[in-house]
């Protein structure tokens, strides 16, 4: 039986960054739940599927099945040099972030 892409779109709906009901969508064009996940191609401008990030950061997700089922399709995909970049990005952004709370805080003292 061929997966159709409303079958896709149906095992994506699983995601809440994919609600069809308030006509909003994840923009991430690699999802592991994404049934045709081996026909999707991705820009490198794109965005990424941020329980995949959080998954190669080693926190649990809702997903890990599908994610690691799927690991060898999106990570071929998406290239390492970008997820390494990406994962990188994230950690800095995280340390700013901290840093910025942290001075909010001595502020208020």
Known sequence: MEITEIDSAKSMERCHKFDKKFGQSCSAPICP????????MMLS???????????????????????KETERIWRKKIGESRLRARLKSRKRIRTLFRKEIQNTEIQKE
Do not use: H
């Open 33 to 40: 739940l994404d049934l045709k996940i081996s026909k999707r």
């Open 45 to 67: 401008s794109e965005k990424f599927c941020v329980f995949t990030l959080d998954y190669l950061e080693g926190k649990e997700t809702p997903f890990d099945k599908e994610i």
